[in-house]
């Protein structure tokens, strides 16, 4: 419990179901100090549905997994995503993993997501000289979108496995985030009309710049267009992000004046601490054809051998876009059918396929599962 709606509203539905809900608050690493007001905000809610409450210290465990893993991601110019490592390392990691150890069947959250389950059946061979072949059942766990495309947050949830989501319940999927707050407001929750948390939730107010800021030293380097002209200086390269308007207008065709139209990041190199930029909002070197990917991973039991054709996005709410996946030598790499704008490394690729198993004609969305973002192919290269 969050100490937002959503997770409040969760509790509520599985007490009425009939479930023996325990609250936990998960304390974690915090800049703003308004976790403590959520923490009361969940304990005031748990009162409320007369259920027992707990607070989880992970502090410690999200400084080391979740708020290193994004300093040391943008030192090294990359753009990571620390809701997705928190849902991994800490939610469906340690918590799910105390949970479990304490006696519960399972972990449920507030997610806008769908667990659906079927049945797959294998054939396992047993024996040396004679083989014979048994037939064994076993559930297949898959995550849909959820009913509020506004909501869905499918997208930070693709690195769970199977025995993730056989311990995992989302009461919120089939359900408009209107409906949350209605149900909350016939319940007298007070997290009814609290506001959606927006950003990088331990910042609250604090931006991430000036977060970063106490982490990683500045480092002026140049900033150098397409074409290898060198037209200024930026601060460090863990503050510019790819797409960013950033250099501004003040600096016209290479501060000359000629050309009114703004620059656009469209690659950081580390290595040489250098940012390259493009004009235009249009220009072609901010859309990328290709992508490869690292850290692929599949939730269904059934893995894609082949290529396989799939929508994706690489940013949450992001429109998704028809592309390929399929495996080179190497590598996963991801193929699109029309090019996306301003994709980042260090940034996850989440792919979905049409789930016709549930007998619905047009299918519903099913999420396959994900990728980190490693390099990409730019309609444009850059010149040296």
Same mark, same amino acid.
């Given at each position: 419990m969050s100490g937002g =709606? $959503?997770?409040? =509203?969760? &509790? !509520?539905?599985?007490?009425?179901?009939?479930? #023996? +809900?325990?609250? +936990?608050?998960?304390? @974690?690493?915090?800049? $703003?100090? @308004?976790? /403590? *007001? $959520?923490?009361?905000d969940a304990r005031r809610v748990a009162e409320k549905l007369a259920i027992p409450f707990y607070i989880f210290d992970f502090e410690e465990e999200y400084k080391k997994k979740v708020v290193e893993y994004m300093v040391e991601g943008y030192r090294a110019g990359l753009t990571p995503n620390p809701? %997705?490592?928190?849902?991994?390392?800490?939610k469906f990691g340690l918590f799910l993993k105390k949970a479990l150890t304490l006696g519960a069947d399972a972990i449920a959250t507030g997610h806008y997501v769908r667990l659906v389950t079927s049945n797959l059946k294998l054939a396992m061979r047993r024996g040396q000289k004679r083989l014979s072949v048994t037939q064994l059942q076993i559930t297949n766990y898959r995550l849909h979108v959820a009913r509020d495309a506004n909501k869905d947050q499918s997208y930070f949830l693709w690195t769970l496995t199977q025995d993730d989501l056989r311990h995992s319940m989302f009461p919120l999927g089939s359900l408009l985030k209107?409906? +949350?707050? /209605? %149900?909350?407001? *016939?319940?007298? !929750?007070?997290? &009814?009309?609290?506001?959606d948390s927006q950003g990088i939730c331990f910042l609250g107010k604090v931006t991430l710049s000036e977060f970063l800021g106490e982490y990683i030293s500045r480092r002026a380097g140049k900033i150098l267009t397409l074409e290898g002209k060198d037209i200024g200086r930026h601060e460090? %390269?863990?503050n510019i992000t790819i797409g960013q308007r950033h250099i501004g207008a003040q600096l016209r065709d290479g501060g000359e004046g000629k050309d009114p139209k703004p620059f656009? +990041?469209? *690659?950081? /190199? &580390?290595?040489? #601490?250098?940012?390259i930029v493009a004009q235009g909002k249009e220009n072609p070197a901010l859309l990328s054809t290709e992508i490869l990917l690292e850290a692929v991973h599949f939730i269904s039991r059934k893995k894609p051998e082949d290529a396989i054709k799939c929508f994706a996005r690489v940013r949450y709410r992001q429109k998704l876009e028809k592309a390929v996946l399929r495996k080179e030598k190497s590598y996963w790499k991801l193929s699109f059918e029309n090019p996306v704008r301003s994709v980042a490394p260090g940034q996850s690729a989440v792919f979905y396929v049409k789930d016709t198993s549930l007998g619905r004609s047009s299918g519903e969305l099913q999420m396959l599962g994900g990728a980190v %973002?490693? $390099?990409t192919k730019s309609c444009l290269p850059v010149k040296r």
């Open positions: =709606v $959503d997770s409040s =509203v969760a &509790a !509520l539905l599985l007490k009425q179901k009939g479930f #023996n +809900v325990i609250g +936990v608050f998960l304390r @974690c690493f915090n800049v $703003d100090g @308004c976790a /403590e *007001r $959520d923490a009361e809701d %997705i490592a928190c849902n991994k390392e800490i209107s409906e +949350v707050r /209605e %149900i909350a407001r *016939r319940a007298g !929750l007070i997290t &009814a009309e609290k506001k460090g %390269i863990h656009y +990041v469209v *690659r950081k /190199e &580390a290595e040489t #601490n250098t940012v %973002i490693s $390099d």
